[in-house]
């Protein structure tokens, strides 16, 4: 038994648990910052100069003093606030805070693409090889907006870390703000001129590297971009990573260290394959709601971290970028308007006959 001297009216919390008192932490027991196995609870109590305080280990006493916002520990560097306002005595029994988990939370990579946004007016640059970008919206892509948001419903429940990676110019910036705006804890922008002109399989090579630094438990990502739609980085990432990946994923469940998946698969047919973390898993539209970041979550992102890498960071000069790429894009055009459609009619044998024909008559073969 311990003697205390506390003020009149200082507010006390009681930690029910099995550790003994850690001087380290403000002497007479753990706060809720750290790692315990019982919960804490709030009581408003009177407490007379030389009152004893029992700091047994099944109901150990830590003063506190009075804020302007609640509650604050000797053992924590944060003010709290009582379920019921500042300085209100909640029901008997009933829990301040919560047990820390005793495993830590799994890992959550979610890539990002930024786009066009879909109401931009899109003209073709001067040689011919991409679009305008100057005095254009960008937006991030639709598939990967509902892989963020997947991410961030574990990440609600209490079971993960989410953080966002995304390749490009310093626009890409704000996309990763968008994210962290909605909830993820961290980004990562590889932003280098070199990985400019990347194929899918450079774009593959970049997240791959980031990953290897990270080790995820879960990666989270798009179907296909709402701009080229080649729906090849996320297999080739899996590939280069070694790890199980699935594509066109509709609905997502996780259990004891699997996760399961309905996935969307040719004919109106789905597919449900379960896989092994870590793994990978490429959503389709409509998988989830998507929210809105709020003015409290954007507010709140300028403080979280944000890493700029570039290509060297991660070990990949020379191996990505335009000079690195096996598929490079030679022109885009837009689509030809007129009337000068043909429908083919008769039987399957004289609609394939006209078909070459005419792939003949214009060069093509």
Known sequence: MKTASMATARAVMCFIGTEPPNPARGGLGLGCAGTHRGACLYQNRQAATGSSLNTSPSARIMSGFRTGTGLKTGSTSGSFLAPNGPWSSPAPGRFLFQPRRLAPPMKIMVCLKQVPHQDARLDINADGTWIQEDNIK???????????????????????????????????????????GMGADR?????????????????????????????????????????????????????????????????????????????????????????????????????????????KGIMAAKKKPFDVKSVADLGLSGQVGTGAAKVKIDRIAPPLKGDTAEILSGSTAEVVAGLVSKIKELGLL
């Open 187 to 295: 980004a990562i922008h590889v932003n280098d001129d070199e990985a400019n002109g990347s194929d899918s399989l450079g774009l593959a090579k970049i997240l791959a590297a980031v990953a290897k630094q990270e080790n995820p438990d879960l990666i989270f990502m798009g179907l296909m971009s709402d701009d080229d739609n080649s729906a090849a980085v996320a297999p080739m990432l899996a590939q280069l990573l070694d790890i199980p990946h699935t594509t066109a994923a509709v609905k997502v469940e996780r259990s004891n260290g699997t996760v399961t998946c309905d996935r969307e698969i040719e004919g109106g047919a789905h597919e449900v394959v379960e896989l092994t973390a870590p793994c990978l898993i490429a959503v389709q539209t409509g998988l989830n709601q998507v929210r809105y970041a709020s003015l």
């Open 138 to 180: 960008f937006e991030i892509n639709s598939y990967d907006t509902y892989a963020l948001e997947e991410a961030l419903r574990t990440k609600d429940a209490g079971e993960a870390d989410v953080f966002v990676v995304s390749i490009g110019p310093d626009r890409v910036g704000q996309a990763l703000r968008t994210a962290l």
